[in-house]
């Protein structure tokens, strides 16, 4: 697709450079909220200078997601996925900053053996087993104590779940979309609104209360840090 038309969640910070970029394929994030991985490692890690080179970092499957090698460059890479690089020993989180781009966030090894989910829908399988839907596409056998909007955390490659994170007042949450995105703020309470509009949700951060949309909160838990 042209450079031009790029969106937002892309960080890609001059457009006017070629006429052309990597689109993303069809995958576990939709295309106005992912990056194209050859596009990750080329333009924002800077592991590559080419994408020819970057083409070739995938072929020989030094590049992983979520613990997987992947080797297409067209792969959609989004909120919250784990990127390595276990010959360099590096290690990446995406997250969202505060003018809602994914950028990637330098973690250590130990943390990228884990990755937080959020439930985005339920149904009910065959044999009265109930399926959890999460953001990244995965789908997971759960119980009904997990709610839409909850986040699990899960190990990784096997995504086996590994705890459970409320949405509930006293929640720690990153705010994923809006004109706070990037935010870590402390969940005060959810607000009902009539009318068919959004709910939406009193929360606090360091400067103060201020509300946003139920939506855009992502729960993370205590022990998730965002490195400036």
């Known amino acids: 697709m042209k450079r031009l038309a790029a969106p937002k969640a892309m960080p890609i910070t001059n457009k006017k450079e070629t006429t052309w970029i990597v689109k993303p394929m069809p995958g576990p994030h939709g295309t106005k909220r ?5 596009v990750l490692l080329r333009d924002i ?4 200078k080419t994408l020819r080179e970057a083409k070739r970092i995938l072929y020989m499957r030094k590049a992983l997601v979520d613990g997987k090698a992947r080797v297409s460059e067209k792969f959609p ?8 690089f276990p010959d ?3 290690h990446y989180r995406i997250i969202v900053d505060w003018k809602g781009r994914l950028v990637p966030m330098e973690i250590e090894g ?10 985005v829908n339920k149904h009910t399988a065959p044999g009265k087993k109930t399926m959890l839907t999460f953001h990244d596409g995965k789908n997971l056998a759960g119980d009904n ?7 699990v955390i899960v190990n990784l490659p096997k995504a086996d779940m590994v705890s459970h994170l409320r949405l509930q007042p006293g929640a720690r949450c990153l705010i994923s ?6 935010k870590i703020v402390t969940l ?12 939406e949700v009193l929360v606090t951060d360091e400067g103060g209360e201020f509300l946003t949309v139920l939506n855009y909160l992502f729960v993370v838990g205590p022990d998730f840090e965002v490195k400036k």
Do not use: Q
Not at 110 to 119: D, R, W
Not at 177 to 182: A, D, I, R, Y
Not at 191 to 199: H, Q, T, V
């Open 34 to 38: 992912c990056i194209p991985l050859g």
């Open 45 to 48: 890690l800077k592991v590559a």
């Open 77 to 84: 890479v989004g909120l919250m996925d784990v990127i390595s």
């Open 88 to 90: 360099a020993n590096k």
């Open 110 to 119: 130990g943390k990228a053996a884990t990755k937080i989910l959020t439930v």
């Open 145 to 151: 104590h997990v709610k839409i909007g909850d986040s």
């Open 177 to 182: 979309e809006g004109k706070h995105s990037g």
């Open 188 to 199: 005060k309470e959810i607000l009902k609104r009539k009318g068919g509009k959004r709910p």
